[in-house]
């Protein structure tokens, strides 16, 4: 569980985020949801430690990390795993280099628990024999599966990911969404998503926060989200007018 | 101004970069990487340069000592000599500057807008460390062994020009090569070839890790590695001269 409690965050005179608190829940798939420059990303950027708060606390579990010094910084970030929004593979590396990475430098496995581990992890990514080639001789879909296999080949008890369907047609979007909603399940872990598709909201939205001018204007989970009556969620949900009819037909 | 905040925020990074590795095996890997890439990859421009500068200095030293009375092996000795304390390691490392210094700026800057330094840091990796060290390491073992070659190639380029252009028999070029040797010189040569590697590392390294923005900053970055490495090897040339040689 990651607890974040009373977050700001302002760059120069521009405040960004404004008094965030919201919990992100273990076993489930944790969306941040809002218009671009919402502040997403930058609260994203704040729980993993890559950004520092102007003030607030970031709690994994019973520890503020925003106290910490780097190497437990480091330490904790053993622990998680991150999908980037342009997936930031190492292009210079082939897909198994890419993935074994992280064994390489925080392990001692021989290279066959290495090879083996690499194997499971594209396989569990539905990606098996792609291990030799390199980031561009693959499709952006792959990509985007390469890097949560990289992002789980440790077994990360926190996985993070940024804007993981951005640049991808809807079938592949999907299955993106499952596979991410699957190893949320399946290794019990904590999830957090950041992202503005609409598909991911209503599908795998286990625990939602809508960021709204850098401030939490609602939280709830998909299934709130057709019932409630809070017109900000409605706006963002159903921004088209094609989305509000379809609104209405279930509705009524 | 800009100058001193940028010393001051390397000075404050350095113990970033050499703190313990988290895995030795791949900071090895990385640090022989490096020495092939700048060892191999520069070895041609610089044994082409020196080459060309100890020709050029053996001709233009026996056009200035037409019609005196100054012997003619002083040909050798000046070559020699202007190759061990100036020309082999000072314009060996500045044509290093350029080459290997905006490399390393291009490839770490685009490694941090293309969010691989994000990346790794967020798996747990030292990316001071790890992506700056090896670099250094690399250039500071290896760039004393190109400023080695590119001392035995100036004297050749020196000889071959010495024989065929001016004239001058073998044994007065080898005579003048052993005239008046100075081991000592060949001290500050090795100290000028370590101190300008760390510079001009440092300081692509610097460039490269810092970048914000986009391509067009990114390329201003790498320029930045250059003239910023050239300079400030020009002038630790005049710190070494006046401590060792003053």
Partial sequence: MIVAKNIYKSFGDHEVLKDINFTFEKGKTNLIIGASGAGKTVLLKILVGLITPTSGEVWFNAQDVCKFNREQLRELRMDIGMLFQANALFDSMTIEENIRFPMDMFTNRTNQEKRHQVDYCLERVNLSGINDKYPSEISGGMQKRVGIARAIVLNPKYLFCDEPNSGLDPKTAITIDELISGITRDNDITTVINTHDMNSVMEIGDNICLLSQGEVAWEGNKNEILVNGNQVISDFIFASPFLQRLKSQALS | ?246
């Fill in chain 2, 1 to 246: 101004m800009q100058f001193l905040k940028d010393f001051g925020k390397f000075m404050a990074w350095l113990p970033d970069i050499f703190s313990k590795p988290e895995n030795w095996t791949m900071y090895y890997k990385e640090t022989i990487r490096q020495m092939y890439d700048i060892g191999i990859g520069s070895m041609s421009i610089v044994m082409l340069i020196s080459g060309f500068i100890g020709a050029v200095t053996a001709i233009q030293f026996s056009y200035q000592l037409k019609g005196s009375m100054i012997p003619s092996y002083y040909i050798g000795y000046i070559v020699r000599d202007i190759m061990i304390i100036e020309m082999a390691a000072t314009l060996s490392c500045i044509v290093l500057a350029g080459k290997v210094g905006s490399t390393m700026a291009a490839e770490i800057g685009g490694m941090r807008q293309k969010e691989h330094i994000d990346a790794m840091e967020i798996m747990g990796v030292n990316t001071s460390a790890y992506l700056v060290m090896p670099k250094l390491l690399a250039s500071i073992i290896i760039i004393p062994l190109l400023v080695t070659i590119a001392l035995i190639v100036g004297v050749a380029g020196g000889y071959v020009a010495a024989i065929l252009v001016a004239g001058l028999a073998n044994w007065e070029f080898e005579r003048g090569l052993r005239f008046l040797f100075e081991p000592y010189n060949v001290f500050i040569m090795y100290v000028k070839a370590v101190s300008f590697a760390f510079i001009l590392t440092a300081v692509a390294c610097y460039q490269g890790y810092f970048v914000k923005g986009g391509s067009i900053e990114l390329g201003q970055a790498s320029t930045r590695a250059v003239v910023f490495g050239s300079i400030l090897i020009l002038v630790a040339d005049l710190i070494i001269a006046l401590i060792l040689m003053g």
